[in-house]
């Protein structure tokens, strides 16, 4: 078995949810479960809405985990009302920014067009793009999934060049298990992560696919958590609901640190 040596991580993303009165009891409770055990090896971030990104920074500061938006603005500022700008999370204390959400391509009309412009101002501005990946339950009926999954990342990354591309996180969340009451099976979650790993080598080398790490969300659980991300090609859990009550989180914290220490531990084939 190979050794795997990519940083795992461990993330929520908490939508419509907590204000920021409520941050500094979620940051206790989180920081209290896993001050116990030993995460060190991996990367934690929550995703607050941005009206609580003030008080995650000052919740989180100097703690391990880091803080990111949910979206942000291709471009640096001007008329755009509504919106948010990369330098603007990175004054709020942002080391990430979501992109390509399911529910912002659904509801918001969002684009990967849009979305490679996004990529390339947050790699830009000092960020860590955490990159949504994932067909519908129609694409997969009728046997597309890898087409669009190779589709979205061709289109989101174009014009990286492959030394960038490592700087990027890739989200594999098939956009019918979000939301949903099961995730996908493992053995599906492996043979897309597998694509997705195969596409990289392809595109921009072995160096570059051994080092992107690939993340999977979707209905993921305490329960299912463990068997998921023990798969090879699976750097770790982007988690929705289950991560909402921060002893969810920090179970699926402590899943992905003993997953992260197994592989890292495997002899060399
Ligand atoms: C998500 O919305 O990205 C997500 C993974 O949600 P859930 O875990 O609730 O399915």
């Known amino acids: 078995m190979t050794k795997v040596t990519r940083r795992h991580m461990a993330g929520t993303g908490w939508k419509m949810n907590l204000r920021a009165f409520e941050v500094p009891g979620y940051a206790?409770?989180?920081?209290?479960?896993?001050?116990?055990?030993?995460?060190?090896?991996?990367?934690?971030?929550?995703?607050?809405?941005?009206?609580?990104?003030?008080?995650?920074?000052?919740?989180?500061g100097g703690?391990?985990?880091?803080?990111?938006?949910?979206?942000?603005?291709?471009e640096e500022h001007g008329a755009w009302t509504g919106e948010?700008?990369?330098?603007?999370?990175?004054d709020a204390g942002c080391r990430y920014v979501e992109l390509a959400h399911s529910e912002r391509l659904q509801h918001f009309g969002e684009t990967y067009e849009h979305v490679c412009s996004k990529v390339d101002r947050a790699l830009a501005t000092g960020l860590t793009p955490i990159l949504?990946?994932?067909?519908?339950?129609?694409?997969?009926?009728?046997?597309?999934?890898?087409?669009?999954?190779?589709?979205?990342?061709?289109?989101?990354?174009?014009?990286?060049?492959?030394?960038?591309v490592p700087d990027v996180v890739l989200?594999?969340?098939?956009?019918?298990?979000?939301?949903?009451?099961?995730?996908?099976?493992?053995?599906?979650?492996?043979?897309?992560?597998a694509t997705l790993r195969a596409l990289l080598r392809d595109r921009y080398g072995a160096d570059v696919a051994n080092r992107t790490?690939?993340?999977?969300?979707?209905?993921?659980?305490?329960?299912?958590?463990?068997?998921?991300?023990?798969?090879?090609?699976?750097?770790?859990l982007f988690v929705g609901r289950a991560?909402?009550?921060?002893e969810g989180f920090a179970q699926i914290v402590a899943e992905v640190a003993d997953a992260a220490r197994a592989k890292a531990g495997r002899s060399g084939s």
């Open 132 to 164: 949504c990946l994932g067909e519908t339950a129609e694409d997969r009926r009728r046997g597309g999934s890898d087409d669009v999954l190779a589709w979205q990342v061709t289109t989101a990354l174009a014009g990286q060049p492959a030394a960038r």
């Open 171 to 193: 989200a594999y969340e098939p956009r019918w298990a979000i939301g949903g009451s099961e995730a996908a099976s493992c053995e599906y979650v492996a043979a897309r992560h």
């Open 63 to 74: 703690t391990p985990v880091a803080i990111g938006g949910q979206n942000m603005h291709w």
């Open 243 to 246: 991560a909402w009550d921060p």
């Open 84 to 90: 948010i700008s990369a330098s603007m999370l990175v």
């Open 213 to 236: 790490r690939i993340l999977y969300g979707g209905s993921v659980t305490p329960r299912n958590g463990p068997d998921l991300v023990a798969l090879d090609d699976v750097d770790g």
């Open 28 to 60: 206790q409770r989180l920081l209290q479960q896993i001050g116990t055990g030993d995460t060190s090896a991996i990367d934690l971030f929550v995703l607050p809405p941005f009206t609580s990104l003030a008080a995650a920074a000052a919740a989180f």
